[in-house]
């Protein structure tokens, strides 16, 4: 997948429940369960079922702290860049690590969308705190050009979740 695609995808401004649903599809779009040679094997691994977790439930943390800024808490902005920063250091992970099934990937997400929804607030809440702690160790790990295309990719999208 073409990562600028990717980047574009991303960034789509999640005014309804429908194109938040699409936005998490994308974000998943890179997260594949195994390499392009076993993406017909229905099972998919350890790694991309916490990956889409992780990814999911910092999805829907990132949109909530994006609400309370807009609503006039600034000082939330940090913590949102980082959950962003997290978020982007999964998909990143994974795609470099060579996921990149689509049809997986948003069949993963989805799942773990609609699981996510079950859990009571406090393991959400568990959960998203320990995948923000995750991602990012994982992006102390990435190389400066990892870093780098993380960092424009979350400046985007805050300009999308802000309206800046």
């Not at 099972?43 to 609400?67: N, P, Y």
Request: with cysteine; glycine share 4%.
């Amino acid at each position: 997948m073409d990562p600028m695609r990717w980047t574009l995808r991303l960034t789509e401004t999640p005014e309804t429940p429908r194109s938040a649903a699409l936005r998490a599809s994308t974000l998943l779009a890179l997260l594949c369960a195994a390499p392009a040679g076993l993406a017909s094997t229905p099972a998919a691994s350890e790694r991309a079922l916490h990956t889409a977790e992780c990814v999911a439930a910092l999805d829907v943390k990132s949109l909530d702290l994006a609400r309370q800024v807009k609503a006039g808490q600034p000082e939330l902005q940090a913590p949102l860049t980082a959950t962003l920063e997290a978020g982007a250091a999964f998909i990143g992970h994974a795609y470099l690590q060579g996921d990149r099934d689509e049809a997986r990937s948003q069949a993963l997400l989805n799942a773990a969308l609609e699981t996510q929804k079950l859990l009571p607030e406090a393991e959400l809440a568990a959960r998203q705190a320990s995948c923000a702690q995750e991602g990012a160790r994982l992006l102390s790990q990435a190389d400066v050009i990892g870093r780098f295309v993380v960092s424009r990719l979350v400046q985007r999208r805050l300009q999308k979740l802000l309206g800046d």
